[in-house]
């Protein structure tokens, strides 16, 4: 292999996405600490992090395919009748036969909270993809901080009714495998949540330290692509619990 | 001509007294301390909460383990830049050559360092210490076995020594190129100055060490007695050891991801001037190619392992049928990870093997094309084979005769690999050092493997074989005598590169055939019992098998014996072997061309590549010999089209 000739500079230490936005040939962000820092592209760095994100957000969708097969394997099989939980009678009377109780009847999960929570998700997405537009017209940090800010609040509120949907099921984990997956949807929604509402905060913060601009919105556009994704599983793993009991 | 003139090293760059921030103040001593801290919080809080509960004791395993886990990784500064990302306090540029390891001498090995040699490095030690741990358990095994009715190890014991070794082996084989190769060399084979991510490369390493703990706590919690498979439902009737073996596999999830992920975007856009993906090093597509099927596999895992786990904690069903859950539904999951992830381990070793074959046969890479398609083709191939591991279970019989074709499928991929691997050496100046020894063995072994797959793949041949010493055999061919083999390759070869110095091949031609003679008589004699019928993972067995299991002991014992005196080969010459040149091998690709050691950001000057990477033997008439090389001498790195041409080297802009 012949290598010849060259330059300077291109990617090295420090080009990770956490941190410090523009630096080096990238457009200049006012408030950044260092400066020259480095030498890579902002149009490099946007590249490098678009594709580790559609990555990412390729094996989380893997994880969502996986979580409706199982909701829709256990619901097809039915094992032993217990899907929803049995109908306990003096022939079933509801024990593993060592005399633990198994699940009886169970209802169904009241739709309003999931919806309620889904909804959160895709207004908290819809304040992100506000605030990209903000800082891609130069609206100002007051603009784009306070789109995030509303974005942030939603992405609270989409956690806080998830705890308290835990709190307000008709059923627990040990009801049968409809309990069992809609209890899992649930955790794993939460930790989406969670990790979206980490982001979220940072987002907030940053544009309120005015990190984000014109020259810089493609930054908050990777965070929109993510807050759309969850907001879409999120829809996805509601429909599927209300329209499939 | 004018030659380039190169900027100062970075890494001889003075750094301020606050340069790092906290990183100054973290290692691995602080990571182990603010481990043990979290988790004894988190066993402390969820004893007092919970204990006495249903589900006390799980919860309490879990919790502790989880506790270890955040604690280690915030006491390395795992965290440090998400955290300070969020807060918008962006790490100075000083900073980063503080987190990249300036100025920090050896220390950095045991720091969260973004370089992706030290990573690759650190990766390369941890690898060879989990091979230490699965080894010793192995012998455990075969020691076990030396008689019918051993008194060595209870059944119990037996079992839980059988489930560690195997994940202990599987985590170490799906890191073993990925981890120390594909960070060390794989850039600079690029031409890249370092990883995609730096940051995510660091943490990528360290949350597989935090892992560790806790797979080998298990032997502590009442061991994990279920297989390596951890098949349900036996895993949710297993004791708390379980818990923690699956935390284990969450975390190690975790970290192969990111590394996956890190691993593709950095080939993808890292890409030095020139260099087209017709012209990657044949090494690279298997590290990318295996980083892509690991992004596939995994979540699988993590799924399946998540619901075992709040199966075990929250009382759930997935997998429990009394309740309304399904095995059949575990081992599904299971096995669209565990197929894939194979060849997830078998992928980068088979691509370093044809890299090394190229240039030890002073010839290029025999159907480069046609082996990158082998292998897409087998990791397409690879998600379409799960259910071959249940043709006695009793799920779909239907669909058996389709995944039986669906895996006969998969070896015609893997026939034209290997055939491009025997076209490599066909008819080449064959220079027979050390790690082309290990091809050979590699290339015997493999076949074995193969062919025995095949059988293994067919309905009726499975249905006798399966759960006996057939399969452990087959896969420990593939898996060590395959794999493992191709990665001890990769070790010789690149270890001149890493270390700076040359192996001493008189020791590691002992090693060699230790371990040639060791592998064939352990694994025939595993076969043989294959053959008579005996089933795997027990701990007694009828005398009759008895010949069979001592020549599997015999071999085991020698093989343990021919890595040892690796270990000592690899020690030795990391401490006194000759220092190495910068390219002793005369080969073409780039991380040869970079002087050793290796500076920080690798290349003094960015690098243009002009020309495919192996065109060994080019501009020489038909019928003569390809000249000697001259020792190694630096490469001269010089504007284009300027320079004298290297032997075999064409130029010619990309």
């Known amino acids: 292999m012949a290598i010849t000739e060259t330059d300077h500079g291109s990617e090295g230490h420090g080009s990770e996405g956490h941190g410090s936005e523009g630096h080096g040939n990238g457009p200049a962000v006012p408030g950044a600490e260092n400066p020259g820092g480095e030498h890579e592209t902002a149009f490099k760095r946007d590249q490098k992090e678009r594709l580790m994100l559609w990555l990412l957000i390729g094996g989380d969708a893997l994880f969502l395919i996986l979580e409706l097969f199982t909701w829709f394997y256990l619901r097809t099989l039915n094992v032993n009748g217990l899907w929803n939980g049995a109908k306990c009678s003096k022939a079933n009377p509801c024990t593993d036969g060592l005399g633990n109780p198994i699940t009886a009847p169970i209802h169904k999960a009241d739709p309003k909270h999931a919806i309620i929570i889904a909804i959160c998700t895709v207004l908290a997405a819809a304040f992100v993809w506000l605030a990209e537009s903000a800082a891609k017209r130069d609206a100002g940090k007051r603009s784009v901080s306070t789109m995030a800010g509303v974005a942030y609040l939603f992405m609270l509120v989409a956690i806080g009714w998830q705890i308290y949907q835990f709190q307000v099921l008709p059923f627990t984990t040990i009801d049968g495998g409809y309990a069992s997956t809609y209890e899992f949807f649930m955790g794993s929604t939460l930790a989406h949540l969670i990790l979206l509402a980490f982001i979220g905060l940072g987002l907030w913060i940053r544009a309120s330290k005015g990190r984000y601009s014109g020259a810089t919105w493609y930054r908050v556009r990777l965070i929109r692509f993510f807050a759309v994704w969850i907001a879409l599983s999120t829809v996805i793993l509601v429909s599927v619990a209300a329209l499939f009991y | ?654």
Not at chain 2, 132 to 155: C, E, K, N, W, Y
Not at chain 2, 283 to 294: E, K, N, P, Q, R
Not at chain 2, 296 to 325: H, K, Q
Not at chain 2, 447 to 475: C, E, K, N, R, W
């Open chain 2, 1 to 654: 001509m004018t030659t380039a003139v190169a900027p100062p090293l970075l890494e001889d760059t003075q750094l301020g007294p606050k340069a790092g921030g906290f990183y100054r103040h973290q290692n691995i001593w602080t990571g182990l301390g603010f481990g043990i801290f979290l988790g004894f919080i988190g066993w402390l809080v969820s004893h007092a909460l919970l204990q006495g509960s249903n589900w006390g004791t799980d919860m309490v395993v879990t919790c502790t383990m989880v506790g270890w886990v955040l604690g280690f990784n915030i006491g390395m500064g795992t965290f440090n830049a998400p955290i300070r990302w969020m807060l918008g306090h962006d790490q100075t540029h000083e900073d980063e050559l503080y987190a990249a390891g300036v100025g920090q001498g050896s220390s950095r090995y045991l720091k969260f360092c973004t370089d992706h040699k030290v990573v690759g490095t650190q990766y390369l030690i941890l690898v060879l210490v989990l091979f230490g741990v699965g080894g010793t358990l192995a012998m455990m095994i075969r020691t076990q076995l030396i008689t019918p009715h051993s008194s060595f190890l209870d059944p119990q014991t037996y079992n839980s020594v059988v489930t560690i070794h195997g994940m202990v082996m599987i985590i170490a084989t799906i890191i073993m190129v990925s981890g120390p190769f594909a960070n060390f060399i794989m850039p600079i084979m690029i031409g890249a100055k370092d990883m995609a991510f730096p940051r995510l490369n660091a943490m990528s390493f360290w949350v597989v060490v935090s892992a560790v703990p806790c797979l080998l706590s298990t032997f502590f919690l009442g061991g994990v007695n279920a297989g390596w498979t951890t098949y349900a439902p036996l895993s949710v009737q297993a004791p708390a050891a379980m818990d923690a073996f699956a935390i284990t596999i969450i975390v190690f999830v975790v970290s192969v991801t990111i590394a996956g992920v890190n691993t593709i975007v950095t080939v993808v856009t890292m890409r030095a001037k020139g260099m087209t993906m017709g012209r990657l090093p044949i090494f690279t597509w298997g590290a990318v190619i295996g980083g892509a099927l690991g992004l596939y596999a995994m979540p699988a895992f993590l799924a399946v392992m998540t619901m075992m786990i709040t199966d075990r904690v929250t009382g759930t069903s997935f997998f429990v049928p009394e309740v309304g859950g399904s095995q059949w539904l575990y081992e599904n999951i299971f096995w669209i990870m565990g197929h894939p992830e194979v060849y997830v381990i078998l992928l980068p070793p088979v691509a370093a093997v044809l890299e090394i074959a190229g240039t030890f046969a002073r010839k290029p890479v025999f159907g480069y094309k046609v082996a990158v398609a082998g292998f897409v083709a087998i990791a397409s191939l690879s998600i379409m084979v799960w259910a071959h591991h249940m043709f006695t279970t009793g799920w779909a019989p239907n669909l058996a005769a389709p995944f039986m074709l669906t895996t006969e499928l998969i070896s015609i991929p893997t026939g034209i690999i290997f055939l491009c691997t025997i076209g490599t050496l066909w008819k080449g100046s064959i220079w027979t050092r050390l790690p082309m020894w290990f091809i050979y063995l590699f290339i015997w072994n493999f076949i074995i493997g193969g062919v025995t797959g095949i059988y293994l793949s067919d309905v009726p041949a499975d249905q006798f074989f399966h759960g006996d010493m057939f399969v452990t055999a087959h896969f420990h061919y593939t898996l060590l005598g395959g794999a493992m083999i191709g990665a001890t390759a990769a070790v010789c070869y690149w270890f001149p590169k890493i270390s700076g110095r040359m192996l001493n091949e008189r020791i590691g031609k002992v090693a060699f055939w230790m371990i040639a003679i060791g592998i064939q008589v352990t694994y025939f004699g595993q076969f043989w019992e294959g053959f008579q019928g005996m089933a795997r993972r027990i701990a007694y067995y009828n005398p009759h098998y008895q010949a069979a299991n001592d020549m599997s002991t015999a071999g085991a014992y020698l093989l343990m014996s021919g890595w040892l005196v690796f270990l000592y080969m690899l020690i030795h010459g990391w401490r006194r072997g000759k220092i190495a040149p910068a390219n002793p091998w005369h080969a073409k690709t780039l991380e040869w061309k970079v002087p050793t050691p290796v500076p920080l950001e690798n290349f003094l000057v960015d690098p243009v590549v002009t020309s495919d990477p192996y065109t060994y033997g080019e501009g020489v008439p038909d019928g003569q010999e390809v000249p000697e090389f001259a020792p190694a001498a630096e490469p001269e790195l010089v504007p284009a089209g300027s320079g004298p041409p290297e032997p075999g080297d064409v130029g010619g802009a990309s």
